[in-house]
């Protein structure tokens, strides 16, 4: 077993908290990521893990044994950082082995187990080759052969993707992904891109300021996020926003920004007449309709943006700017006339002053 428990976790330098009571469970051979701007403590909370930073107050187990106070040879992680870290005179066979050889494994010993992680990153082909002789990407699996051949009891990834190019990131966290399915072993990937966060990870822990801001399921994040930080910073294009206010009626609606939209009365139960809101629109949950369409929007079209199958469609509403998503794009042209529409089970809605949303299903 393999599962991660943090308790209370603080981490101060000097007088400057960075992370402040964060509780966390981590699963057996679970893959979590953790998610969010720089500076918000996500990589403090990494290395408090591995045991290169020390904690100020709590306490961190892996699998049942408190490793608060171990060094991080004895707690089971192997780590991968962004910078790959090679030794630039050895082979990558040596580079890979390294750590095994200081150990005092025999090369009897050391053999199937190169073979193993070798094959199983594509690697066989180039194990007699120094590191400047390889690309980018080829050294990143190095890099991660170092530490998968140590067979840990947690992997830990320090932004692994971040030096490399848009399409070689998409390659290699499509087999980080695999390689985890294969193995099975407890892991934490910390990075800023949330696109990166929602395709590889069984659970995203988003973070803020040092505090954990939402856990979830990447669809538990992206469909319902809590709070108008969440709802901002998962999702491409960004979610739009319009300060309105609650309509009396027959139906439950919020008016403002120049549109008028029904709400789902079962999502949103304590809605009041006249209460303030912030009502969040995501661009793909829109579509082009007809002008007298439930929930239409009217605007005009200001730019839109080819994204190859789709395209965003950015729209002057009432003096303000909202984008949509679709598949027509090619058909709108700036300063066209549009309109478009989203179903009421689609709109968030947020308390304006503490930012967190209003839903309650």
Same mark, same amino acid.
């Given at each position: 077993?393999?599962?991660?428990?943090?308790?209370?976790?603080?981490?101060?330098?000097?007088?400057?908290?960075?992370?402040?009571?964060?509780n966390?469970?981590?699963?057996?051979?679970?893959?979590?990521?953790?998610?969010?701007?720089?500076?918000?403590?996500?990589?403090?909370?990494?290395?408090?893990?591995?045991?290169?930073?020390?904690?100020?107050?709590?306490?961190?187990?892996?699998?049942?044994?408190?490793?608060?106070?171990?060094?991080?040879?004895?707690?089971?992680?192997?780590?991968?950082?962004?910078?790959?870290?090679?030794?630039?005179?050895?082979?990558?066979?040596?580079?890979?082995?390294?750590?095994?050889?200081?150990?005092?494994?025999?090369?009897?010993?050391?053999?199937?187990?190169?073979k193993?992680?070798?094959?199983?990153?594509?690697?066989?082909?180039?194990?007699?080759?120094?590191?400047?002789?390889?690309?980018?990407?080829?050294?990143?699996?190095?890099?991660?052969?170092?530490?998968?051949?140590?067979?840990?009891?947690?992997?830990?990834?320090?932004?692994?993707?971040?030096?490399?190019?848009?399409? @070689?990131? !998409?390659?290699?966290?499509? +087999?980080?992904r695999? %390689?985890?399915?294969?193995?099975?072993?407890?892991?934490?990937? #910390? $990075?800023?891109?949330?696109?990166?966060?929602?395709?590889?990870?069984?659970?995203?822990?988003?973070?803020?300021?040092?505090?954990?801001?939402?856990?979830?399921?990447?669809?538990?994040?992206?469909?319902?996020?809590?709070?108008?930080?969440?709802?901002?910073?998962i999702?491409?294009?960004a979610?739009n926003?319009?300060?309105?206010?609650?309509?009396?009626?027959?139906?439950?609606?919020?008016?403002?920004?120049?549109?008028?939209?029904?709400?789902?009365?079962?999502?949103?139960?304590?809605?009041?007449?006249?209460?303030?809101?912030?009502?969040?629109?995501?661009?793909?949950?829109?579509?082009?309709?007809?002008?007298?369409?439930h929930?239409?929007?009217?605007?005009?079209?200001? @730019?839109? !943006?080819?994204?190859?199958? +789709?395209?965003?469609? %950015?729209?002057?509403?009432?003096?303000?700017?909202?984008?949509f #998503? $679709?598949?027509?794009?090619?058909?709108?042209?700036?300063?066209?006339?549009?309109?478009?529409?989203?179903?009421?089970?689609?709109?968030?809605?947020?308390?304006?002053?503490?930012?967190?949303?209003?839903?309650?299903?």
């Amino acid at each position: 077993m393999a599962n991660i428990t943090c308790k209370n976790i603080v981490k101060s330098y000097g007088a400057h908290p960075v992370i402040e009571g964060l509780n966390l469970e981590i699963s057996d051979r679970e893959f979590v990521v953790f998610l969010g701007p720089s500076g918000c403590g996500k990589s403090t909370m990494l290395r408090m893990i591995a045991g290169l930073e020390e904690v100020s107050a709590g306490h961190i187990a892996i699998g049942g044994t408190d490793v608060t106070d171990l060094p991080p040879g004895e707690r089971g992680v192997a780590m991968v950082f962004q910078s790959y870290a090679l030794y630039p005179h050895m082979t990558v066979a040596d580079n890979i082995t390294f750590g095994l050889r200081r150990q005092g494994n025999s090369r009897a010993e050391i053999a199937p187990r190169l073979k193993q992680v070798a094959d199983l990153l594509g690697l066989t082909p180039f194990l007699e080759r120094r590191p400047k002789n390889l690309s980018g990407g080829q050294q990143q699996r190095v890099a991660m052969a170092r530490a998968m051949i140590k067979t840990p009891k947690v992997f830990l990834f320090d932004e692994p993707l971040s030096n490399l190019d848009a399409k @070689l990131r !998409e390659k290699l966290r499509t +087999e980080i992904r695999k %390689i985890h399915m294969q193995l099975k072993t407890t892991t934490i990937f #910390v $990075t800023h891109d949330q696109l990166e966060a929602m395709t590889i990870a069984d659970r995203i822990v988003l973070m803020r300021d040092g505090q954990i801001e939402q856990m979830g399921t990447p669809d538990e994040i992206f469909e319902r996020p809590r709070s108008r930080f969440v709802a901002d910073f998962i999702g491409t294009p960004a979610m739009n926003f319009v300060r309105a206010e609650i309509r009396a009626g027959d139906e439950l609606c919020a008016s403002g920004g120049g549109l008028t939209l029904t709400l789902s009365p079962h999502s949103f139960p304590d809605l009041v007449a006249g209460q303030k809101v912030e009502l969040g629109l995501r661009p793909a949950r829109m579509e082009l309709c007809g002008q007298n369409s439930h929930n239409a929007i009217h605007g005009t079209v200001v @730019l839109v !943006e080819n994204m190859g199958a +789709e395209g965003q469609v %950015i729209t002057n509403v009432a003096g303000a700017e909202v984008s949509f #998503v $679709t598949k027509d794009f090619r058909s709108l042209s700036p300063g066209d006339p549009v309109t478009f529409s989203i179903a009421p089970d689609h709109i968030h809605v947020f308390d304006p002053e503490t930012g967190r949303s209003l839903r309650k299903d």
